[in-house]
């Protein structure tokens, strides 16, 4: 059974992007069934350059890459979430909708913030350098994740696990 996780941030344009692209990338090289979506509470409706040149460099599929709405996701016909991890500040604080888990589950949720390379000050270097760290500090939480034993896991060990991840 594949676990789905949904990448949460404000504007879905860059770090909540770099997770779901990093997760479904070490998903398909690690051969595991895990698959990632990413969304936001007020999507900005594109997906930021620089997310999409760093993901590019490192080898990472940016096809499917695109801003949208968590309300896809808390309709009864989408994917029935097993985790939801918020990757921003506001995002985490905000009132989530009631996203499916599946058959009596909710999914398990995690909080796992990143300052917003997006906002970073300075020459164009130093705004590629902090999407490249971003991108490389997310990527090393989703290789921990995808490895997880899920089908040996119930939810608190998820959770514990998730919060193991996030102290990483």
């Known amino acids: ?5 949904l990448i949460l941030c404000t504007h879905n344009s860059a770090r909540s992007i770099l997770g779901e692209a990093m997760l479904n990338h070490w998903a398909r090289r690690l051969c595991r069934d895990v698959r990632a ?8 409706g594109r997906v930021n350059p ?5 993901l590019r460099e490192a080898g990472v599929d940016t096809s499917h890459a695109e801003s949208k709405s968590w309300d896809a996701f808390s309709r009864p016909d989408a994917p029935p979430l ?8 506001s995002a985490a604080a905000e009132a989530c909708p009631v ?5 009596g589950r909710q999914p398990v949720k995690a909080h796992w913030g990143y300052p917003d390379p997006s906002r970073t000050d300075g020459s164009e270097a130093d705004r590629r350098r902090a999407f490249e760290l971003t991108r490389q500090a997310i ?5 921990q994740l995808v490895q997880l034993p ?3 896991m119930g939810a608190d060990a998820v959770q514990r696990a998730l ?3 996030a102290r990483s």
Do not use: N, Q
């Open 163 to 165: 919060a193991d991840i």
């Open 99 to 103: 996203f499916y888990g599946g058959p």
């Open 82 to 89: 097993s985790i939801v991890i918020t990757v921003c500040d």
């Open 1 to 5: 059974m594949t676990t789905h996780v």
């Open 139 to 143: 990527g090393y939480r989703m290789l």
């Open 150 to 152: 899920f089908k040996a």
């Open 50 to 54: 620089l997310a999409l040149e760093v």
């Open 37 to 44: 979506f990413s969304a936001g509470s007020a999507p900005s």
